[in-house]
């Protein structure tokens, strides 16, 4: 939201607050407090009618400042709040009789917010490391304002640096650096091809090395160089804003500490790697059609591991009621304990509105588990379903009703959900706990699927939950696998998609999926195949559409080879991508990454959003066209093509051309890549059998490589000297094997645990 004309004035009807001169400042043992005049303080009497700004640092955690700045405080404080995991560790306050100087400061491990007391307004956020200004807030960022409505808001501006950029801002589908852009934070159902978001985050990660958490849940405006040309902007609507400065200085150490903060993705299970295929959404489906599409898949050696049955399981106008429409399926016990007896995991499209013809309806109205109006009535309206209402995630009965439907088709057989939706959400209403409506916008998505989520955790076992959700705010890492949304199925929409991944990722969130192929229309068969690869080298794959089925027979007799290439290239890779995950649980890292998150100090590597990184070590750059041109950015070092064993040295732009079978897929130099042996199923012991492929070993080079095996690890330590590579296992529980790339592979029998190689 802008609220200046030009640099000089303000807008029609736009009044301005801002911090001049700081009057006082206040210390406790972990807070810092400014209180700042409106204008200059020269006599006595220039303190009358003038308003204060109220401005107070604090710590979460070590390398994390906190500052919230106020005008008035009488406010009613309503939820909900973003929940931060908080371990506050050493934080040092010195004021200015202590510090010697015309300066306040705060310290939180690395980072130092220094406030200037004397002279305009200032506070700088300090590397103390190196001594660098990471951003600052400078004598016109800070703002309390009044639009010609009489609506208040708060508003702050941090400095940005001559070429740094602005990751993040949620799943966002425009360029990856958000420079230039306007961003509000508002969930919205607006698919993929417009500036509207499902997952909308209010954090930002800078090349700089830090990043920004607003932690306010309402709609934040974010100007990134939009209102100043050299400020990241942020404002609310009311008389309060809170952020968080988070220290790097490496963009995965930004990540890791916000994930720390706002909470890590939960381990997923090993079977949701797999590939899922879907009934489709508006297509004409029953257990036959379900029993041809597994058998389809059986008779053509496609690997399958979760099948997923979209809106129409249930009655058409009942939704949600989770009952099987016994229509198409009257036996739903059975076709589910037939489809499991083949190995598969099942998942069910759910949503949380209720329809007017649902049996919930009335018994939700009845035991006040539904949104209502003030005027105590239930909210509804007609979109999406007839009459329907929103369930209340707020009342805590409410979530435990929900919750025992779903328990029920857990018993069924049903493995995970679906959850679909959460984005339109109303702010005419009254929540259960009497929560601010325009905080709940946003927020609702959160309790939703944390409901979700807890529940299959209860019910299955940490470890085992697992959903696919389309919309999400801050903290809503914590509960995987999200998907891109609503795209279209052409080659344009894909690299949207992509886009919206990557600036996903640098959000906070560690598992993410699309829909192959695309969801709206039918793709042609050049989209379809050049889809899978993408599909198949992101952390979850999914078939699935519109209103037109996505088996890949569908299509050609091609696209059922490249659907069996890569779906069994995938599972071979399940041990490294297994610890992938589990860094991403760990870590708070994600399992795709955009290159700059890997490369943060190669420039060529900043604004390439039409490629990535599959864990640390895995170059995936999708063909984005059906001739197979694609330009790859290749950094610094010798990259070796998965596929067909070329080599390749960086830093540098290649342009490669590639059959409907293939992708550029280069292993990063210096890897030890861990392969499975069987590639027919995600959920296996990964270190049973596992090959390590040692790709471009310098001389001197020791790794550490971890292996997951059941609840434990196998661990691998790799050292080179000359032209030996020694190789160390612990944890092993079997048979393993060397193969230096281009080499013979070398058998390492159960119970052996070192071995040298030529190399």
């Not at 909210?379 to 209340?392: I, K």
């Not at 059959?659 to 995600?682: I, K, N």
């Amino acid at each position: 939201m802008k609220f200046t004309d030009g640099y000089w004035q303000l807008l029609p009807g736009v009044t301005e607050l801002r911090p001049r001169q700081v009057d006082d400042v206040v210390a406790t043992d972990d807070t810092l407090t400014v209180y700042a005049s409106t204008a200059p303080i020269t006599t006595r009497g220039d303190t009358l009618n003038r308003p204060l700004v109220t401005v107070t640092l604090h710590s979460p955690m070590d390398g994390v400042v906190g500052v919230t700045i106020e005008h008035f405080q009488g406010g009613l404080e309503r939820g909900p709040r973003f929940e931060l995991h908080r371990d506050a560790g050493d934080v040092k306050i010195a004021t200015p009789d202590l510090t010697g100087q015309a300066v306040a400061t705060l310290r939180s491990g690395q980072l130092e917010a220094r406030v200037a007391t004397a002279g305009d307004w200032s506070v700088e956020f300090v590397d103390v490391a190196d001594g660098r200004v990471l951003t600052a807030s400078t004598p016109r960022s800070v703002g309390v304002l009044t639009d010609a409505d009489g609506r208040h808001f708060v508003r702050e501006q941090l400095t940005m640096g001559v070429g740094e950029h602005v990751y993040g801002l949620g799943e966002r589908f425009g360029a990856l650096v958000k420079n230039g852009q306007t961003v509000d934070i508002w969930n919205a159902d607006g698919g993929t091809a417009s500036d509207q978001a499902y997952k909308n985050v209010p954090f930002y990660l800078s090349s700089a090395g830090y990043g920004v958490f607003v932690d306010q849940p309402e709609r934040v405006s974010f100007e990134i160089g939009t209102e100043v040309v050299s400020r990241a902007q942020f404002s609310v609507e009311g008389q309060s804003l809170t952020y968080y400065v988070v220290a790097g200085p490496t963009p995965k150490d930004v990540l890791r500490r916000y994930t720390a903060l706002t909470g890590r993705p939960a381990r997923v299970p090993d079977w949701s790697y797999g590939l899922w295929l879907s009934t489709s959404f508006t297509t004409s489906y029953d257990e036959a059609t379900v029993t041809h599409f597994v058998d389809g898949m059986a008779e053509r050696d496609l690997p399958l591991s979760v099948f997923h049955f979209d809106c129409f399981w249930m009655r058409q106008f009942h939704w949600s009621d989770f009952i099987w429409d016994p229509a198409t399926f009257p036996d739903p016990e059975g076709m589910l304990r037939r489809l499991k007896e083949r190995g598969l995991r099942i998942c069910v499209w759910i949503n949380p509105y209720v329809a007017q013809r649902s049996v919930l309806f009335a018994e939700g109205k009845e035991r006040g588990f539904l949104v209502k109006n003030p005027d105590g009535s239930v909210w509804q309206w007609n979109m999406w379903q007839a009459g329907m209402g929103l369930v209340d995630f707020t009342n805590p009965d409410a979530v435990a009703w929900y919750q025992d439907k779903l328990r029920g088709l857990l018993a069924q057989g049903v493995d995970c959900f679906k959850t679909d939706f959460g984005e339109r959400i109303p702010t005419d209403v009254v929540w259960h706990d009497g929560s601010d409506p325009q905080r709940m916008h946003n927020y609702y998505t959160h309790l939703y699927n944390r409901s979700v989520f807890e529940l299959l955790e209860a019910e299955r076992g940490t470890g085992e939950a697992v959903l696919f959700a389309r919309s999400a705010t801050a903290g809503g890492q914590q509960y995987p696998v999200h998907w891109g949304g609503d795209c279209e199925s052409t080659f344009v929409s894909m690299a949207e998609s992509l886009r919206g991944g990557l600036s996903l990722a640098l959000s906070g969130f560690g598992f993410w999926s699309h829909d192959i192929g695309g969801f709206e229309g039918v793709p042609d068969a050049a989209v379809f195949k050049r889809w899978l690869p993408f599909g198949l080298l992101s952390s979850h794959s999914r078939l699935h559409g519109s209103d037109s089925y996505r088996v890949p027979w569908a299509f050609d007799d091609e696209a059922v080879d490249v659907t069996r290439r890569f779906t069994r290239l995938k599972m071979s890779l399940m041990p490294y991508l297994a610890q992938a995950g589990r860094v991403a649980h760990e870590e708070g890292l994600p399992v795709m990454r955009p290159m700059v998150l890997e490369f943060p100090e190669d420039r060529g590597a900043a604004t390439v959003d039409t490629q990535y990184m599959l864990g640390d070590a895995l170059l995936v750059a999708p063909v984005f066209s059906a001739a197979g041109d694609v330009d790859v950015y290749v950094p610094e070092g010798t990259w070796t093509s998965w596929l067909t064993g070329e080599r390749v040295t960086g830093p540098r732009w290649v342009r490669e051309r590639h059959g409907f079978d293939s992708v550029p897929l280069y292993v990063r130099p210096g890897t030890v890549l861990p392969v499975g042996a069987h590639d027919d199923r995600p959920d296996r012991d990964h270190a049973d059998g596992v090959t390590l492929h040692l790709v471009e070993l310098p001389d001197g080079h020791r790794s550490t490589t971890r292996v997951p095996s059941g609840d434990g690890e196998a661990v691998f330590t790799v050292r080179r000297t000359g032209a030996e590579v020694r190789v160390r296992a612990v944890g092993a529980p079997g048979a393993w094997a060397v193969q230096p790339f281009g080499r013979d592979r070398v058998e390492v029998p159960a119970g052996v645990d070192e071995v040298v190689v030529a190399v």
